[in-house]
T-cell receptor
Framework: SQTIHQWPATLVQPVGSPLSLECTVE??????LYWYRQAAGRGLQLLFY??????ISSEVPQNLSASRPQDRQFILSSKKLLLSDSGFYLCAWARSMNTEAFFGQGTRLTVV | GDSVTQMEGPVTLSEEAFLTINCTYTATGYPSLFWYVQYPGEGLQLLLKATKADDKGSNKGFEATYRKETTSFHLEKGSVQVSDSAVYFCALSDNQGGSEKLVFGKGTKLTVNP
């Protein structure tokens, strides 16, 4: 069966520090991968999506970047965090655009 | 670009009432459409989907029909239960230049009272 791992669950980082959130998928190959930020009243905001290794599409310009160094690994990064980067980040995967997406447990990021 | 607009919440109903949550979309291609549900304290899970025009998705008494002419995918249920209290998200998936994106609406919180 397929599983998705996302870590850490919670993270407190000072302003200006770097960020690296990791997401890995098991039990499938060549998945579509997504990063979202979920905020109350704004739903799920799509940040990045990827259909293959090294293929990253950005939906919203921001202080974040994403990379896919391996088929089932998706990393969300920042060189210097801002207060406004605080939020709940979700990773998800799907086999294709016509199939169900499965979500990780999320990371609660607080920038102080 | 692609976007999803769903009715603002929150929505409060009595048990056995009829539910409609409106959802309209904008897409450049031929999207697939989804409804996801998030129960309190849980993650998002797929409720139903439709992958082409005029398809009807259904699950747990909920239904939604893919209407290309009105670019809509409204969620309906004839008789809601307390256990249906959750946040409902409309979503679309579209292929743009080989990249398959998945875009969500803002969510509608439903509360069903006994």
């Amino acid at each position: 069966s397929q599983t998705i791992h996302q870590w850490p669950a919670t993270l407190v980082q000072p302003v200006g520090s770097p960020l690296s959130l990791e997401c890995t998928v098991e039990g499938t190959s060549n998945p579509n991968l997504y990063w979202y930020r979920q905020a109350a009243g704004r739903g799920l905001q799509l940040l990045f999506y990827s259909v293959g290794i090294g293929q990253i599409s950005s939906e919203v310009p921001q202080n974040l970047s994403a990379s896919r160094p391996q088929d089932r690994q998706f990393i969300l990064s920042s060189k210097k965090l801002l207060l406004s980067d605080s939020g709940f980040y979700l990773c998800a995967w799907a086999r294709s655009m016509n199939t169900e997406a499965f979500f990780g447990q999320g990371t609660r990021l607080t920038v102080v | 670009g692609d976007s999803v607009t769903q009715m603002e919440g929150p929505v409060t109903l009595s048990e056995e009432a009829f539910l409609t949550i409106n959802c309209t979309y904008t897409a450049t291609g031929y999207p697939s459409l989804f409804w996801y549900v998030q129960y309190p304290g849980e993650g998002l899970q797929l409720l139903l989907k439709a992958t082409k025009a005029d398809d009807k998705g259904s699950n747990k008494g909920f239904e939604a029909t893919y209407r290309k002419e009105t670019t809509s995918f409204h969620l309906e249920k004839g008789s809601v239960q307390v256990s249906d209290s959750a946040v409902y998200f409309c979503a679309l998936s579209d292929n743009q230049g080989g990249s398959e994106k998945l875009v969500f609406g803002k969510g509608t919180k439903l509360t069903v009272n006994p």
